[in-house]
């Protein structure tokens, strides 16, 4: 599987956006690209998820560059309750909705 | 949106015995169950795909005789730990889905497993 590499950690202050970055420079033409958020203590939670095309909801954004090499979950507010570990995964549409989770980057937020 | 429940949501038990965790799938049916287990500090890691009215599918390295899984209806999928150790001790995680690939994943709340 396509592997993603994402900052260990990252600050933000209260009501800034959040740019996180994720390098997956060996996702294949038919692997998705899936976000998602686990507060302490709990279970991941579906942030968003796309294949070319920028995405956006109402949790946020996501940009993916034109190579699909790498792409950008865009937090445009950052609150409190946002502080989390963000995990980027790709899901090649093989596996269905199997998801491999790496890393993923901590978000500190500072009110 | 979907809820998958998992109960207990944290269980102690002593070294030797047996704990079943619970997965449901609240108000969707799922033919697809993953369960997950996180250390202190470190990602998820996925065990096994669990499939309605079929064996599961373990990731390599579970010993599926230690993890016994049974997804016997469309709503509910269960983990046992047998004969659980001090390092059977984790955070399980399952996650449900509605079809083959909807895209969007729930997981459930976690159950935290402590082995005196």
């Known amino acids: 599987d396509a592997k993603t590499t994402q900052p260990n950690s990252m600050e933000s202050n209260e009501e800034e956006p959040v740019h996180l970055p994720c390098n997956h420079s060996?996702?294949?033409?038919?692997?998705?690209i899936h976000w998602y958020r686990q507060l302490p203590s709990q279970g991941p939670e579906y942030v968003i998820h796309?294949?070319?095309s920028n995405v956006n909801n109402r949790m946020a954004s996501l940009a993916i560059a034109e190579d699909r090499k790498s792409s950008t979950l865009i937090l445009h507010r950052a609150t409190l309750r946002d502080a989390a570990v963000y995990y980027c995964?790709?899901?090649?549409?093989?596996?269905?909705?199997?998801?491999?989770f790496g890393g993923g980057t901590r978000v500190l937020v500072k009110p | 949106g979907a809820v998958v429940s998992q109960h207990p949501s944290w269980v102690i038990c002593k070294s030797g015995t047996s704990v079943k965790i619970e997965c449901r799938s609240l108000?969707?049916?799922?033919?697809?169950m993953f369960w997950y287990r996180q250390f202190p500090k470190q990602s998820l890691m996925l065990m096994a795909t669990?499939?309605?009215?079929?064996?599961?599918?373990?990731e390599q390295g579970v010993e599926k005789d230690k993890f016994l899984i049974n997804h016997a209806s469309l709503t509910l999928s269960t983990l046992t730990v047998t004969s659980a150790h001090p390092e059977d001790s984790s955070f399980y995680i399952c996650?449900?889905?509605?079809?083959?690939?909807?895209?969007?994943?729930?997981f459930g709340e976690g159950s935290r497993l402590t082995v005196l």
């Open positions: 995964i790709l899901s090649p549409q093989a596996a269905g909705n199997k998801l491999t």
């Open positions: 108000d969707f049916q799922a033919t697809t």
């Open positions: 060996t996702i294949s033409g038919t692997d998705y």
């Open positions: 669990s499939n309605e009215g079929s064996k599961a599918t373990y």
């Open positions: 996650s449900a889905s509605e079809g083959p690939r909807t895209g969007e994943l729930f």
């Open positions: 796309g294949l070319t």
